[in-house]
């Protein structure tokens, strides 16, 4: 609490939570502190405008956590979410402690309580024994649940994890083309989610300026450039028209500009 309060003293308008794995937040401490309560505490803090969410396990995703984070008016609908597979049979090779069953309901909870939500995750081809129908079985898990963006690692070997000594080591060629697959595909969703917000108005948090203009994101984190903009606007949330798509960026003016 501290440590957001002094953030928040020189100015700075977001704040991310993030750690290794953050649901387990409080549980060493004696009064059995939870993330709910600590995000709860936050939200109260003059300045701050928008909390952030790293990384979290699909067991945290419950009703009872959603009700009461979607009260904070400061949470970002943005959510990265940990999978690595979709493929329940990988994901118990990976020793998860969750089903591609049970990840799916926890991402339909989210969309039931946070509108204009954008979902990311991360995904891992290639981990010991995946079969090509594993991977074909997460490709369409993947396509089902249309993530905005997949973060995609292909397996390595790590001296000293159990996985490294595990038989059937993926070809890296195979690794490879798998990677490629699920890289087109989360290319061609987050084009289509862009194109949905062509013509609309969303508020961007001003972060940095370059030669010819700013660039920010939006609350559910989503890149935008503001052209032509000539008054210094860093570090302001500002409307923001959204007029054209390039990439992965969202282009668009300042609001004003069009009245």
């Known amino acids: 609490m ?3 309060r002094k953030i ?3 100015g700075i ?3 991310v939570l993030t750690g ?9 401490f004696d009064d059995n502190i939870s993330l709910i309560d600590l995000l709860e ?3 109260k803090i003059d300045g701050i405008e928008r909390i952030r969410l790293g990384s979290l396990e699909p067991k945290l995703i419950t009703k009872d956590f959603l009700e009461r984070l979607v009260k ?3 949470i970002c609908n943005h959510f990265h979410l940990s999978l690595q597979s979709g493929s329940t049979t990988v994901l118990k090779r990976m020793n998860r402690r969750y089903t591609a069953e049970e990840f799916a309901e926890a ?11 954008i979902l990311t995750a991360d995904i891992i081809v290639g981990f010991p024994g995946e079969t090509e129908e594993e991977f074909i079985e997460t490709y369409n898990f993947l396509k089902e649940i249309k993530f905005y963006k997949i973060h995609v690692f292909k397996y390595s070997v790590r001296e000293g994890t159990k996985a490294a000594l595990f038989p059937n080591q993926v070809l890296p060629e195979i690794k490879e083309k798998r990677s490629k697959e699920i890289i087109n595909l989360s290319n061609d969703i987050q084009q289509e989610y862009n194109r949905h917000y062509i013509g609309k108005t969303v508020k961007v948090l001003v972060e940095e300026m370059n030669d010819k203009s700013f660039m920010g994101h939006t609350k559910n984190y989503l890149y935008v450039e503001i052209i032509n903009e000539k008054n210094n606007i860093e570090n302001k949330i500002i409307d ?3 007029i054209d798509v390039k990439n992965d960026t969202l282009l668009g003016i300042d609001e004003k500009q069009t009245l």
């Open 72 to 74: 904070l008016e400061k």
């Open 20 to 28: 290794i794995h953050i649901a387990s937040y409080g549980k060493d």
């Open 8 to 10: 928040a003293s020189i």
């Open 240 to 242: 923001v028209k959204i």
């Open 13 to 15: 308008k977001e704040v």
């Open 2 to 4: 501290n440590e957001v």
């Open 107 to 117: 991402v339909k909870l989210i969309r039931e309580y946070f509108k204009d939500v």
């Open 41 to 43: 505490e936050i939200n």
